[in-house]
């Protein structure tokens, strides 16, 4: 069976995907904003919570590696449908036991597992509406889910902010359940059925290292979304360790979720921004390379802002929130790179492991900072490298807005 090409971008399959990246940045936020609360009442403090918390980050970071390829090969053999079924309903499950735990150790599991139904929910929703839009409105559609996306961090914090940890988690599993009656309305891409009756390799993640063109293609788009991570895993989550005397000296009690807030407004403006100015210029590469060069000058600008006050801080987060928007434009490069046999794999597995970088980035940033560098050095270094390999990585990939998506990879 076959549908219709979409231009109008406010369609629901485009909504139903931008609801589900919506709930997906919920609960992949929440923990970053419930950290202190919740390992506080488990009976933790001081730098416990910050070694903890960069332990239970990482766990999640590496359900979501996983996570990503199980879920990315199942969107290619079996469909895109079946898999946004199966993460929310694996994801929602997860985030209403998190509010139910009673130790660490139980916690540790829980992020993993969440990690792992986290993981496919942006990938797959995004090659859904990129196969059901047109060349010339998906960059819209696909906009759309991320704008709307980010916004599910701002509401994870006034939701913790106005109730317990525990609360936050069950209401976004339960928003999950809820969406899940959403995605009855919405139909398989016409891509993958036609390409379902073919006889191709579908969902190959290990051709992806078989073949030096396909390989090169698929680490230039790791090293893109790299800085958003970055910035994120880092500066956003230990926002009152960067604010503090020994960093940059903020004047006034930062609070993580409240940082997590206003970097994710910022975001969510940003996302809807060079989203649209990729369609205005009709090039991925330009707005991808205008969000890097602002992302840089506004991380200077954060790391010279010594002795500020508090909303002053917030405001640099807000600020470093619009550059670090374009998640949007890299994740709809990457789904524009490959054939829809492997799309899907591509699409959910890049994310993810730029997401699980955040492993190697925090630490080598925990590694540095111990040292002479000091917290500011460390991230100042760990950013240099970062930002310099997305640089690259971007200005060497290939343009895919006017690229035709009906075609499939030659695996053998």
Not at 113 to 118: H, R
Not at 190 to 203: A, L, P
Not at 271 to 292: E, H, P, T, V
Request: proline share 2%.
């Amino acid at each position: 069976m076959t549908h219709k090409t979409h231009t109008n971008p406010f369609n629901m399959i485009v909504i139903v995907a931008a609801l589900g990246y919506f709930v997906d940045i919920y609960d992949l936020i929440l923990f970053s904003i419930v950290r202190v609360p919740s390992l506080t009442s488990l009976g933790y403090s001081g730098s416990e919570l910050t070694t903890i918390g960069l332990k239970l980050l990482n766990t999640q970071m590496i359900g979501m590696l996983l996570g990503g390829i199980i879920w990315g090969m199942l969107g290619d053999k079996k469909g895109r449908l079946s898999v946004l079924f199966g993460t929310i309903l694996l994801y929602s499950i997860a985030n209403i036991a998190n509010g139910m735990i009673t130790n660490v150790e139980q916690y540790y599991v829980l992020r993993f597992i969440a990690g792992v139904g986290l993981a496919g929910e942006l990938g797959i929703g995004i090659t859904l509406v990129s196969e059901v839009m047109s060349k010339e409105t998906r960059g819209y559609g696909t906009t759309i889910v991320s704008g709307i996306g980010i916004i599910g961090a701002v509401v994870g914090f006034l939701v913790a902010d106005q109730f317990d940890w525990r609360v936050a988690y069950y209401v976004g599993g339960g928003l999950g359940l809820i969406l899940l009656l959403l995605r009855i309305s919405v139909y398989e891409s016409g891509m993958f059925s036609k390409m379902k009756e073919t006889v191709v390799r579908k969902g190959s993640f290990i051709s992806l290292f078989t073949n030096k063109t396909r390989l090169k293609k698929y680490i230039r788009c790791i090293l893109i979304g790299m800085p958003v991570w970055y910035v994120i895993g880092i500066i956003v989550t230990f926002a009152p360790e960067f604010a503090s005397p020994d960093a940059l000296n903020v004047q006034g009690v930062v609070i993580g979720g409240k940082a997590v807030m206003y970097h994710y407004i910022g975001a969510s403006i940003g996302a809807f921004s060079l989203g649209l100015l990729s369609q205005r210029l009709k090039s991925r590469k330009k707005a991808l390379l205008i969000a890097l060069t602002g992302l840089t000058i506004t991380l200077a600008w954060c790391f010279i802002s010594k002795g500020v006050t508090e909303n002053t801080f917030y405001f640099l987060l807000f600020m470093l929130g619009i550059p670090n928007g374009f998640w949007s434009v890299f994740v709809t490069t990457a789904s524009e790179q490959f054939g829809t046999n492997l799309r899907a794999t591509v699409t959910t597995t890049v994310p993810n492991f730029v997401r699980g970088t955040t492993v190697l980035i925090t630490t080598s940033f925990n590694f540095l900072k111990s040292g002479s560098p000091g917290v500011l050095g460390a991230a100042t270094i760990v950013g240099l490298v970062v930002l310099a390999l997305s640089f690259y990585a971007t200005a060497t990939s290939e343009e895919s807005y006017h690229k035709e998506l009906d075609y499939v990879e030659e695996i053998v």
